[in-house]
């Protein structure tokens, strides 16, 4: 643990703290644009902001080839420029409330089967201790209390520390990706289980956590985004 991180954490939690006190007294706000919300409006974003994010209508972008061991895929949001920066700020700041905003839209997105399990993509310690948090385990969380269903966060988990892979091709994130990740085989076996991670791209760490997963005995797994970035 070094000083810089000890400052960090205890920044968070002021900010936090302080930000939650402030959201008693103050009237909420857009988290695109900072406009005032008022009661009719929720989630969040005011209307206008709700009606420019860019929705992902599947009879104009089709929906991405699945890797073999996904059993359905599903996004409400295509990965464009109205919510990068959304994304952005809510995966490298501090920003819980974005968490509930989108967790909210993703919740209507879930596939329709019995008693499933939510589960996130999970990042390596290394980056947890680095960020903070794991922009994924925060909007499982949040989908798995509004609509009720079961939650883990060990039951895989991310051993490997892997590169950044912007730029990777497919093939080389899947083998960098290849034994990045250890599961709990008594936890997912004979469960249906909806992996929740915040973009899709290449659906190489999908495909990954998948397969993993089900050669540990899962009976489906499903996966869930906020968005898709089409290729
Ligand atoms: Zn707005």
Redesign the pocket.
Known sequence: MNIKHIKSNHFNFVKRTGASLLSLILPAT??????ILHHTQSLG??N???KSLPWWDKSIQIEPELPVYVDSFNAPLLYEEEIQKLVTMFKFYDTPEYADTFARIMQHYLPTIENPLIIPVPIHRLRLWNRGFNQADLLADKIAKYTANSFTRTALLRIKHTPKQTGSNKQKRRKILKTAFWVDTNKVKNKNIILIDDVWTTGSTAHVCAKTLKKAGASSVHVVTLCYTPI
């Open positions: 857009c988290i695109e644009c900072e406009d974003l005011c206008s902001c709700w």
